[in-house]
């Protein structure tokens, strides 16, 4: 399909066309491969709406189709903006952007709440400036069920949480957070939650690699190296928060532009 996008210019508003590439046809949900011009190839992926039953299907089309059709992803990275669905299939979504090396984007402006957690922690890198917001999930009030079914459910729910985050590096705190939290409320995570649990930030092993072959990269012992991380920091999450740079690119773009100067 295509639709009119506007773009902002410091003297005018300009309209422009830009081909959109649905990949479900779902009517609460979709997953679509955003052009940022009908010429280039440079594209997002965005999840978007009510995560719905085998949504992890066209997840997957759309990430063969960036493939096949040799797109450039931009900062290789799903972008996020749902308040969820439909657990199994959001767990599945998760395993696929981890499984193909792909990066998570929540935008200041979006929001990610109950099931798309799973998406979110599903990156390498993950950027979470939106609203995210967990809970447990529920049981259908409409249909019967004995309290011992209740528990058998309950059970099998929190070892398949607390089991998919220790698969993606995340703090258990996160599937504690959760777990904890009813269906009918929701728990909001917090700058320092997301920080110090990874929910923002770079998987552990993917970041201490990055560490090493960055460093050595830029020829700098570890303290000096480290130091220019603290001296960039701002700027660099700035950048993320922008969707201009990852904040580990913009590490290194920095480091590399600095030393090309005499």
Do not use: Q
């Not at 011009?37 to 978007?48: A, G, L, M, Q, Y």
């Not at 063969?64 to 669905?85: I, M, P, S, Y």
């Not at 998406?119 to 019967?144: C, K, Q, Y």
């Not at 090493?212 to 700035?238: G, W, Y």
């Amino acid at each position: 399909m295509v639709i009119l996008m506007a773009t902002y210019h410091p003297n005018r508003w300009l309209i422009a066309a830009i081909t959109l590439w649905v990949i479900t046809t779902s009517a609460n949900a979709k997953v679509v491969i955003d052009r940022y011009t009908p010429t280039d190839k440079f594209v997002s992926i965005k999840v978007v709406g009510e995560i719905e039953y085998e949504e992890e299907n066209s997840l997957e089309d759309a990430i063969e189709t960036v493939k096949r059709e040799k797109f450039n992803l931009k900062l290789n990275a799903v972008v996020l903006n749902t308040r969820g669905g439909n657990v199994n299939a959001a767990l599945k979504m998760g395993r696929l952007i981890r499984k193909h090396g792909l990066n998570t984007f929540l935008a200041p402006n979006g929001e990610c709440a109950s099931a798309c957690i799973f998406l979110m922690i599903g990156g390498i890198t993950r950027m979470a400036f939106g609203e995210l917001s967990v809970h447990r999930s529920g049981v259908d009030s409409n249909s019967p069920i004995t309290l011992e079914k209740l528990k058998k459910r309950n059970d099998d729910n929190t070892k398949e949480v607390n089991d998919y985050v220790e698969e993606m590096g995340i703090s258990p705190l996160l599937a504690d957070a959760i777990l904890r939290t009813p269906n009918w409320r929701t728990r909001e995570l917090t700058w320092r939650d997301r920080t110090r649990w990874g929910v923002h930030g770079m998987d552990t092993i993917h970041e201490e690699m990055w560490f090493r072959d960055a460093s050595r990269s830029a020829k700098l012992t570890v303290p000096v190296f480290t130091s220019t991380i603290f001296d960039h920091f701002k700027h660099c999450e700035n950048e993320a928060k922008k969707f201009r740079s990852t904040f580990y690119e913009c590490i290194e773009k920095n480091i590399a532009s600095k030393r090309r100067k005499p």
